[in-house]
């Protein structure tokens, strides 16, 4: 079992990828928070992916990676963003993002690098 944890800005996608995301027989979302204080929750979830929105307010989304990396050495983390292209998705995998996604990339893709 893939165990997911998602951090998302919107309630509304936070549903919906939990939704779908348990909906696979080989994924489990284990925790969903709005915004960068996920370190305790990295913690007490234990995922072994972390699909994360970019655009979530932080003083620096790079930092947070960085900290789940810290915490969750063999976690995976997946970066969803509205740009593909920019300084933020660079960032974003200079700081150890394993995918950076557009947010409105195709579901099997989604999956994909979940299970990748």
Known sequence: MIRVMIVHD??????????????????EVV????DDETA??????????VVADLRVPSPD???TIREILQRRPAARV???????RGQLAARATAAGADAVLADD????????AIRA
């Open 40 to 49: 305790e929750l990295v913690d007490q979830a234990d995922p072994d992916v």
């Open 78 to 84: 997946l970066v969803l963003t509205t740009t593909l």
């Open 10 to 27: 919107y309630p509304f996608m936070r549903f919906g990828l939990r939704e779908l995301l348990n909906a696979e027989d080989d994924i």
């Open 31 to 34: 925790a969903a928070c709005a």
């Open 61 to 63: 989304r790079a930092n």
């Open 105 to 112: 990339a195709c579901w099997p893709r989604l999956i994909a």
